[in-house]
């Protein structure tokens, strides 16, 4: 029976993985990577020499049907993206439910757990998380203002992530709502999470308002990967 692993790895600091995940890492037949090039610095960090193959949202039925037929052989797969736990806001999810559309009971698939953006962000907020929505990346255009009312209207914290290029037009929406008094918002603070377990990590709590200042103040606070909790 094949396997598909659903393999975590570290969203920062390559020190973050474990035993398990090399060790599986290392004894596939392949790796599925969101791009081989980022899993490629992790896997020479720890000398795993498996091969790889690319599988990203932009794979079409072709790689899919690929990686199906690899699975038909009896091979055993590693799927990982570029940082963090595949599955969320990432392919990953398509590439199970494909394969169990196809395989049903017939393939494992098993969940190596490790590093996320999300339970990292939360675990260092100060926040009440017993109870929280995630709701992934805002949308672009269409929506994104629906998107952050649902947020402000929510009864508990709720995480997303938001690009570089957009964390501070994403507070300033989050300020210009919070404060129009027609609207029902719940927003206690704001956590910003940079960089997680990076060189450069960087948290900001406070309001919208003061958080877009401090980025704004420093251009380099304005690179990298965001994490963002909306708190109750």
Known sequence: MSTLYIVATPIGNLEDIGMRALRVLGEVDFILCEDTRVTGVLLDHYNIKTRTISYHQHSGADKVSQIMDLLAQGKNLALVSDAGTPGISDPGGKLVEAALLKFGGE??????????????????????????????????????????????????????????????????????????????????????????????????????KGIMEKIQANKNDQKGEFTVIVGK
């Open 107 to 208: 393939i494992k698939i098993e969940s190596v757990p490790g590093p996320s953006a999300v339970t990292a962000a939360l675990s260092i907020s100060g926040i009440p998380t017993d109870k929280f929505i995630f709701m992934g990346f805002p949308p672009h255009k269409k929506g994104r203002q629906t998107f952050i009312r649902k947020i402000l209207e929510s009864d508990y914290p709720v995480v997303v992530y938001e690009s570089k290029h957009r964390i501070i037009k994403f507070l300033e929406e989050l300020e210009s709502l919070t404060a129009d008094k027609d609207k029902k918002t719940n927003l206690t603070s704001v956590v910003v999470c940079r960089e997680l377990s990076k060189m450069h990590e960087t948290v900001y709590r406070g309001d919208p």
